[in-house]
């Protein structure tokens, strides 16, 4: 029977009584507290693990921004509030998000390349920094703010002419979308500048989803020589620079983590060698994935063991309306396998070869091809790991009357 | 400049005034009655002309059952009802919205590879027909009914050793998780009949999103083959046979419409020369896409007109958090452009070439490459075309906090 490989389970999952443990309590467990499948786990030790190690390896000097539409769930948001130093937004939805967890408008910035002028004026009236995407959102930013008497606060994102190499999604090398073409940015800046906007810097975001250090290391410093040459353009000190993320997770069967400790003390080279222009500026990275991607688990539970033409299924009551990308249908060309195991299970001998499908009747619902499992059957809980990012509301939940997953945060 | 053709426009639409008309009502004044962009709207008009150009081609025979899963908002439900003869539905949610709109739960069945304990007794206790898709699956729906003291209404949903030819999704033809291989059923019907299920009949489907006329008849006269056989080899009558859809729409440059009429004409062939056992067989088509799809569009509006290295974008306040499918991440491998057009500009003079973006911080999130259209600015409106059928709900609009579109039914 021919068989496909799962991503690597990420650390910090062990077994506890032969079931899969999540912040030291079993799947089951946690499935009887939420009172129902499919369900996400969070894990706040996996989540503060994750900044601890960021902030081993990064300078001091590197603050720490958590893009927030990786993860929007409220009591992620409200435990990351202490961890890290900015919150980044790309909607309203957002910036509401935001102070609902009590976050001071000042730690949150806001990109995205159409922001509405309702929601430039919340963002405004908040004291939000804008990472302004075009000439046209400048204007409109600034006429806002001469309307309501309060003065924007003003990043410009940059669209560079180099791209992060070997990243997921590429944001910046070409025509894009994003943020202002980099020769264009300087008259720009002026511009901004002497309309009254609080000016504060630029943001440079080129890529994501990337596991080569070398590619990350290579592009943060072109990001610094691009942003020291654009603010001696500009002729003003840049008071922040959002240096972008970028930092993958491994997902799929051959993935390594990314070499934290190389990007780190390359980081502290490039800190210790800042170019002047950059001396006083606030420098950052804005990642989300990378936060809170490992630190989730998808539970879903098994409806149905069947086979059909000598091929096994798992059907569970899990599936694409909560976990499109593990699915294969969001931004990947080839389906391959997320990590993926039986949870009520997990380290259990593996020699049952199936098909471990979700409840959807699209033949799109798949959850793992051809894997290698513990034999599983109707009761059993499926983990679907790398869940904590870009899952519960990247996800199609309203597809065939299912409705959202539960979530919590252990 | 490379240019991209977008999809052809359905049948239907017109100008008014210089602006997309949805029956006989402007753009324009449709936004302004929704109070905000980005919108889909649906017409009564083409929901009724498409059932009634159906009605006409087909043989009184063969009924026609609406899979709400298509398009399940309440009004559309509810405009259907008098319309169509049979609802689809494919979990208890959609069970729930039929009963919303009052639909007699003895009209309604339930596909579903995946179907929970409490999904089934609802079911069950409320008269809708099973299409059953295991023989787990009639294992429980039998113990349910023992439970409450009610008889399941059973049918077997078969999955065919053939497939439907040239579909954008199979699901017949080898191993899937979807219903009861052929050579299975005639075992598991008599148990279930033995068991004392009301029986109900077969469920063959076989594929969607077909465009050859040639594929569906031949499929479909393969369906009539298989459930006599099966009807013969079960020793009982078909009281109902669900011989599927798969009638495509047209989405892509090239695309031609279904040759509605000659798939008439030979399902008027079929069903006068019907083998011996389904003499007294009620047939039915399942539709969702072909009855809905091209009923609705999407209307969203430029926020931004930019340029990047030589590339003109619109920036839209939509994006694939409502139009997955048409931003190429559902199901399709190349990315081809929908029928789109300036909705405020609808028929005038083409001669700009602009990527139509979304609002959202990915670059996925594209309505249309390289298109030729009509100049058009911020304020402008913007169409997407066969947005009636997985769109809304088939999105995930909880991406990026911004939230789903309004929806309403002219």
Redesign the interface.
């Known amino acids: 029977m021919k068989t496909k490989p799962v991503g690597p389970i990420p650390a910090g999952y062990e077994a506890i009584g032969g079931e899969l443990a999540i912040g030291g309590r079993r799947a089951s467990e946690l499935v009887a507290e939420a009172g129902r499948t499919p369900l996400f786990v969070y894990s706040r030790d996996l989540l503060g693990a994750r900044v601890a190690d960021l902030r081993a390896a990064l300078p001091d000097r590197i603050g720490l921004n958590f893009a927030i ?1 990786a993860n ?1 769930h409220p009591d992620v948001i409200s435990h990351m509030e202490p961890l890290v130093d900015g919150f980044d ?6 910036f ?2 935001t102070q609902a967890a009590g976050i001071d408008p000042a730690r949150v910035s806001f ?6 002028d309702d929601e430039l004026e919340l963002a405004i009236a908040g004291g939000v920094t804008l990472n302004c ?5 400048a204007e409109r930013s600034l006429a806002i703010g001469q309307r309501i008497g309060k003065a924007p606060r003003i990043a410009i994102r940059v ?1 560079p002419s180099f791209e992060l190499k070997g990243s997921g ?3 910046g090398g ?5 943020g202002v ?1 980099a020769d264009k940015v300087p008259s720009l800046a002026k511009q901004v500048i002497a309309e009254g906007a609080e000016w504060r810097g630029l943001h440079i975001f080129t890529g994501s989803q990337a596991l080569s250090a070398d590619a990350i290391i290579e592009t943060q410093g072109n990001v610094l020589k691009l942003a020291a040459e654009l603010s001696d353009s500009i002729g003003t000190m840049l008071p922040k620079l959002n240096m972008g993320g970028g930092f993958g997770i491994p997902y799929f069967p051959g993935d390594e983590p990314l070499d934290l400790k190389a990007i780190g003390q390359a980081l502290h080279g490039y800190v210790a060698d800042l170019p002047e222009a950059l001396t006083n500026t606030e420098l950052c990275l804005e990642l989300g994935r990378y936060l809170v991607g490992e630190a989730g688990v998808y539970l879903c539970r098994v ?9 096994t ?1 798992l ?3 899990g ?1 694409l309306h909560h976990q ?1 990308a593990a699915s294969g ?3 990947t ?1 080839v389906r391959r396998n997320y990590p993926v195991a039986i949870a009520s299970k997990f380290g259990a001998e593996a020699d049952d070869v199936v ?1 471990i ?8 619902d798949r959850l793992a091809d051809q894997a290698i499992m513990p034999r599983a059957g ?1 009761g059993d809980i499926v983990a679907v790991f790398c869940a904590g990012a870009y899952g ?13 997953a539960a979530e919590m945060l252990v």
């Open positions: 539409k929007p937004i790309a909607s309203s939805g957002e509401t998000m990109a995205g390349p159409g922001k509405r995407e075009s000439a046209g959102e669209n999604m590429k944001m070409g025509a894009k979308q994003f073409d409806i149905d063991r069947k086979e059909s033409h000598g091929t299924y059907v569970t009551d599936g499109l249908n969001f931004g060309v098909n499908v979700g409840c959807l009747c699209t033949p799109l109707v519960a509301t990247s996800s199609p939940s309203a597809f065939l009357g299912h409705g959202p």
